[in-house]
């Protein structure tokens, strides 16, 4: 009796710990994502075919929860185009999200009215939506890097190095403190914008760590594990490692410095390894981004 009681437990625990296991939360690569993103979108800028752009969203949207890339926009893509082809897209469910991803780059939605109408969705729900989510910013980290990018600009113009030295440090430490705290300060945890107007610049003020040669190593370290969590996007981790070269006129590892490089098709394979688009993919992009910005003159982020 006492045997088969024992191995009851022993089934019981077992079953447990499958149970536990099954229900841990698949860790993703978001460098994967990108890459998948690229390659869709090379299916609907380049090859024409938007229909099986949409197509291949579905299927990774089902396996990451979307980004909105600036200039590529993939999750705007998506919609747009399931919509156009009749394809289910999630519904509501999915435009809440695209509501909130336009909301986390100062957006909001205007442009979508229509079609979020068509799915039980007005001017006021998404006003709302986009209230409630300004509620949960994060107070703490609004605050820090409103102070941070004011500091990042002093000492820039007219050039003080003591100056702009002594502000890269204290912004290296406030990154450091930040990621071991809060993560990285993603626009979804304090927006876009701080108090009088205070941009949260992040491209530019992550270009400036590597001024830091203290701290350099472990930001750069922590800032690819971002872009593997789909925290950091791509760009900001490649500027920043190739700022130095960019400001020396040499070449770099992820950009093209038509002065000296010689091997685009290595910056290619070093592009792909991080999750950027190839040098001409990216040149389509931009064409495509501007001349859009010229024939709606706005600014698409403020739509």
Known sequence: MNNLFLQSLRWISVLCLLSLTGCKKKEVNYIIYYQKVNDIDSIYRMAGNP????????????EY???NQER?????????????FNIDFGGKKSLEKLILLKA???GSCKEYY??????????????DQISDWKK?????LIDSFT??????????????TAVAH??????????????????????????????????FAMTTFLTHMNEAKEYYPQIKTKLYEYVKSGDCVPRDYTLMVDNNAFLADKEGIYRFNPNVSTDSAKINRHRRSIGLPSLKHTALIKKDFFEKIKENNTDPLQQ
């Open 72 to 84: 590529l926009w993939e999750y705007e893509t998506y919609i747009i185009l399931a919509d156009r």
């Open 65 to 67: 929860e979307p980004r």
């Open 114 to 127: 229509p079609l979020l109408r068509k799915y039980g969705i007005d001017s006021l729900d998404v006003k």
């Open 136 to 140: 949960d910013l994060n107070q703490t």
């Open 166 to 199: 002594r502000n890269v440090m204290k912004n290296a430490r406030l990154l450091l403190w930040t990621f071991n705290k809060y993560g990285y300060p993603t626009s979804k945890k304090m927006g876009t914008m701080g108090p009088h107007d205070t941009f």
């Open 104 to 106: 986390e780059r100062g």
């Open 147 to 160: 102070v941070a990018m004011k500091r990042d600009r002093k000492g820039r113009r007219p050039l003080d």
């Open 51 to 62: 229909k099986l752009a949409a197509e291949e969203y579905k299927k990774l949207f089902s």
